[in-house]
């Protein structure tokens, strides 16, 4: 099921701390265009129908990326996307939105997404797998 748009900003902001919706929407495209970089297939297409249609188009049409970022290099890249950003307020709006993003997906699909990225992206999405 399609989460709404106002209803996905209003979860990151409200996990990130952000004082305004935007602060969430700028944080959840960068976000999601560094995400939709890294995973393909039907398992991109799967997130993106649930996702809300402004999102979904970024995650369908995302940055590109020559390798899969390790969970700390995707932080660094975010951090170099958002303007004033830095590491620590970085790893704050990625663990905001793909923790929404987990809420999103559902277990079996978060699953199937984990196995697309390297190790230590459960830790992103906020849902610690089991070694």
Not at 5 to 26: H, M, N, P, S
Not at 53 to 65: H, T, V
Not at 95 to 111: E, I, R
């Amino acid at each position: 099921m399609t989460v709404r748009r106002e209803a996905f900003l209003q979860q990151v902001k409200e996990r990130g701390e952000y004082d305004t919706l935007e602060e969430a929407e700028r944080a959840a495209r960068v976000v999601l265009a560094l995400l939709g970089a890294h995973l393909v297939g039907e398992v991109r297409a799967q997130l993106a129908a649930r996702l809300p249609e402004s999102f979904a188009l970024i995650l369908l049409n995302p940055l590109q990326s020559a390798e899969p970022l390790s969970p700390e290099r995707f932080v660094r890249a975010t951090a170099a996307w958002i303007e004033g950003a830095t590491e620590q307020t970085a790893a704050w709006d990625v663990s905001a939105v793909l923790s929404v993003v987990a809420d999103a997906t559902g277990d079996d699909l978060l699953k199937q997404i984990l196995l697309q990225l390297p190790e230590g992206y459960d830790l992103l999405f906020g849902r610690p797998q089991p070694t």
